[in-house]
């Protein structure tokens, strides 16, 4: 007669030796299945949070505006905690293809700052904008102008790209921290995770 606990390791020994149900080995699925829908709610509730702390409207591209009045209106009409960065160029002046290059990348990195250009023929002040003072930044929050750079293309070396911007207007203050890098830092961490 065998004893209750030889029994019992041949049985423990038996259950880990025979293969995976068809039920069993779906179960352990709909567990990863459900892991997975666990990670992605979470993940979707964080951006959603995220969204609601940003204050203020998105934005992450960059305006073209046509007059002088749509100009004005873009400044007076934004909201006091927006910061608006405008470039005002003109095609065939070295630095504005560059600087509106690198608006365009910084547009998508700050989507909580409103990045705009409107060439300077078109701002109703064109002798103010001679092509010497071009590429120019101005940069506005609450209708104010805070700041702006005369021939900024000279702050930078000859070839410059959008790092090089944000550098220097960071240096003012100018910028924002980044918010898009917190959610992919996130995302990263929950795919090492997986």
Do not use: W
């Amino acid at each position: 007669m065998s004893s209750p606990q030889s029994r019992n390791s041949k049985d423990s020994k038996e259950r880990v030796s025979r293969k995976m149900s068809i039920q069993e080995y779906e179960l352990i699925h709909k567990e990863k299945e459900d892991e997975n829908c666990l990670r992605k709610y979470r993940r979707q509730c964080m951006q959603d949070m995220h969204q609601k702390l940003s204050f203020g409207p998105r934005y992450g591209f960059v305006y073209e505006l046509e007059t002088g009045e749509q100009f004005l209106e873009t400044i007076e009409k934004e909201q006091k905690i927006t910061t608006i960065i405008v470039h005002i160029y003109e095609d065939g002046v070295k630095g504005c293809d560059a600087l509106n290059n690198s608006l365009t990348c910084l547009a998508a990195e700050y989507p909580i700052v409103k990045f705009c250009k409107i060439k300077a023929s078109n701002t109703g002040a064109g002798d103010r904008f001679s092509l010497d003072v071009l590429p120019t930044l101005l940069v506005y929050k609450g209708g104010e102008l805070i700041s702006n750079f005369i021939s900024v293309a000279e702050q930078f070396a000859e070839e410059f790209f959008a790092g090089d911007v944000e550098s220097f207007l960071n240096e003012y203050g100018l910028l924002p921290e980044r918010e898009v890098h917190a959610l992919e830092h996130t995302k990263i961490e929950e795919e090492d995770i997986e």
